[in-house]
């Protein structure tokens, strides 16, 4: 029997299941604007899961890199949710580079 299927589905719903909790605190300590760095983040892990020789590492890096790219265009939504009262927020949040020309850019939603 080949167990590589099942356990890749328990390990990515575990990724998956950790990106919401990220999101939720990522914004709420850092805030929506960092979609760009975590967009890019995610799109270097996937094309970095390209080289892996290993099958699980080259798995677990795609989904990694993917549960990032979804979570940095969920960012702006979970700034909605917060500005709703329906997540705790943060009014000092971490300073970004380049803050005032990301605030213009328009957020991705998937």
Do not use: C
């Not at 929506?32 to 899961?49: K, N, Q, R």
């Amino acid at each position: 029997m080949n167990w590589f299927g099942l356990l890749l589905a328990i390990v990515t719903l575990f990724i998956i299941g950790s990106g919401f909790v990220w999101v939720i605190r990522g914004e709420r300590y850092f805030g929506h604007p960092w979609w760009p760095y975590l967009m890019g983040l995610g799109f270097l892990l996937v094309l970095s899961s390209l080289f892996l020789a290993s099958n699980w590492a080259s798995a677990l890096l795609g989904v990694f890199g993917a549960s990032i790219i979804w979570g940095s265009t969920e960012l702006k939504e979970q700034a909605i949710r917060a500005e709703l009262g329906w997540y705790p927020s943060r009014a000092k949040k971490v300073q970004l580079p380049f803050a005032d020309i990301i605030k213009k850019w328009k957020a991705p939603h998937l």
